[in-house]
Every structure is written in structure tokens, then in C-alpha cells.
């Protein structure tokens, strides 16, 4: 319930009593799990994360190419089949952030540049090359809620299209 | 005072007890100028957008590359000069907001997307080419970003390289 809400609202629009409501269940049962708002938003996060970075663990193998693919084939169809879980994920983190909802979100995208480095062999990525694929993670995310949003593109040109991207940045 | 404090916390960290602590005046007269806290940080923001698009108009003349490294300049003298409030800014903006002040910093983006397609003599880009504008403008984001906290990266090369990732991408 509290990733559909955040899906669909911003985080400071929603209330305890817009959860309660939402979930069919009393204020008192709320507060025998979490002290507030911001726990149950922590949580719900967390749960998506976790989720995310499994199923980014799990892509493929084979060359970088195909790799990053199979990488990118996860996130898209996580994107398309948790749309609120991932639009609640994006909402609660900007560009920057400092807070525990942002961390987890962070922590997202660190993991997405790790796992690049590593499958391209560099231990200790020079700056320019952490800054192109950190502006990659961001287009990817752009793109993403885009094609959740407007989807007047297909899932293959938006897979091909982001790999590309990435080819020719870091050219 | 409240840009300097959203440029160093997150918004939903900022309480009315720290504006007034910080800015030396008293409860009562917060209250006569807002109702809460929100209105303040609306109003904040409202200052830096109506700001910074009023730099983002003054960019100069030429060829398309010329105009586009004089919008480029103009946002990274901002975001140096008044990194305060250029993060407040991005910090009150994730990539997906329908909250008023997400508004205030979509505002800042879709006006970079129509100042450069207008700059490229495109009154209707299609569907491809906005993607692609919108992912440069986070790209341009997340690098002022990185090089404000960071900074071990030359004012010039920055510049140079996000006007090169953005025809490499467009290509």
C-alpha cells in the first residue's frame, strides 16, 4: 500500500491517515509497527531495493555488450512491472540527496556503476569515466519514467537506444 | 536563509525552529510573512528559477554550438556562484515530482529542452529527440552535481564535454 501511495504521490503529500485509509486498518495497528511516517517509507523502499539490486545480480552473461543488456533488460522490465514500486523509488530520491530515503536510492545507482566497472575490468574508474556513467544512470532513469509515463516507444528501441548511449558517451 | 538551508539539508529535514534559529527572528514573525513551511520553500525556489532563466535568456548569439556553450556558461557560473541555492534547487526536484516545487525545477528543464530546440530551429521535436534532450539535461545535472561537491575537474572541461556528450548523443 505505501509504495503504491508513494508511487502516485509525492512522499510529502502523503499522510498516515491517507495509509490507514489505504489499507483498511486502524491508526493504532500503524503505530504497533512504525513510529512514523518515515519508518513505513524506509521500509517500503528498502523492500524495492533489495528487490532491484537481486535481479541486477542476476544478469547474464557473455560479452559487456550482451551484459549490459541483460542488465538493462532487468531493469526495464522491473520498471514496467513494479511501476509504483519504481516510479515511489525515483520520487524519493532527486539528483541529491542526503536523507535515508535518498541513500537507498543511492545506493541503487552506486550499485549500477559497480557492477559497469566490473564488467568493463576497471577496479579504479578514472573521473571522467565515474561522471559519464553516473550521467548514464540518470538518462536511463529519465528514460524510464518517460516510457512508463508516455510509452508511445517500445520497450526493444528504448533497451537498444540506452545501450548505444552508453557506447557513444563513453567514446 | 532557507536556500542556504535546503542547500545543505534535505527539504523534509528543515523545520520552522530551524529558519527562525538561523535566520535570528522571532516565531510570530515567520507567520506573519507564511503560513508554513512549504510556502517558504515554494518561495525560495520561485527566487532561484526566476533567477536562473533570466540568465538561461541572456545567452548570447552565433552558431548553435556558440549559443549552446553560452547557455552551458550561464548555468555553470549559477551553479558555482550560488551553490546554495543550485542545490537547494535539484534538491527539492527528483526526476519525477508533481509536487509544487517539483513544478519550480521542471520548470528550469522544460525550458532548457524549448530554449534548445527552439536554438536547433525545431518547433515540434520528435519523441526520440526530447528523450534524449531531457536525459542531457539530467546528464548536466548530475555532472554540476558531482564537480560542486568534487571538483577536481576544470571549470572548461566541463563545459566542453557536456556540449560534446550532447551532439554525440544527438548523433
Known amino acids: 500500500t505505501a509504495l503504491w501511495l508513494y508511487g502516485h ?28 511516517l518515515r519508518e513505513l517509507h524506509v521500509a517500503a523502499l528498502r523492500s524495492v531495493v533489495d528487490k532491484l539490486i537481486a535481479r541486477l545480480d542476476n544478469a547474464g552473461s557473455g560479452t559487456f555488450a550482451e551484459r549490459l543488456h541483460a542488465l538493462l533488460g532487468e531493469l526495464i522490465d522491473f520498471a514496467g512491472a513494479c511501476s509504483d514500486s519504481y516510479l515511489a523509488l525515483l520520487r ?51 528514460t524510464l519514467v518517460s516510457w512508463l509515463r508516455e510509452s508511445d516507444i517500445s520497450r526493444g528501441w528504448i533497451e537498444s537506444w540506452l545501450v548505444e548511449q552508453l557506447f557513444t558517451m563513453l567514446r
Open 9 to 36: 504521490r509525492p512522499p510529502a503529500d502523503v499522510t498516515i491517515e491517507d495509509v490507514v485509509r489505504a489499507a483498511d486498518i486502524s491508526r493504532p495497528l500503524f503505530y504497533r509497527y512504525f513510529t512514523n
Open 92 to 142: 524519493s530520491g532527486s539528483a541529491i540527496t542526503t536523507s535515508d530515503t535518498g541513500a537507498l536510492v543511492d545506493r541503487v545507482r552506486e550499485h549500477v556503476l559497480t557492477v559497469a566497472c566490473a564488467r568493463a575490468g576497471l577496479a579504479e574508474p578514472p573521473p571522467a569515466l565515474v561522471l559519464t556513467v553516473r550521467g548514464w544512470v540518470s538518462l536511463v532513469e529519465v
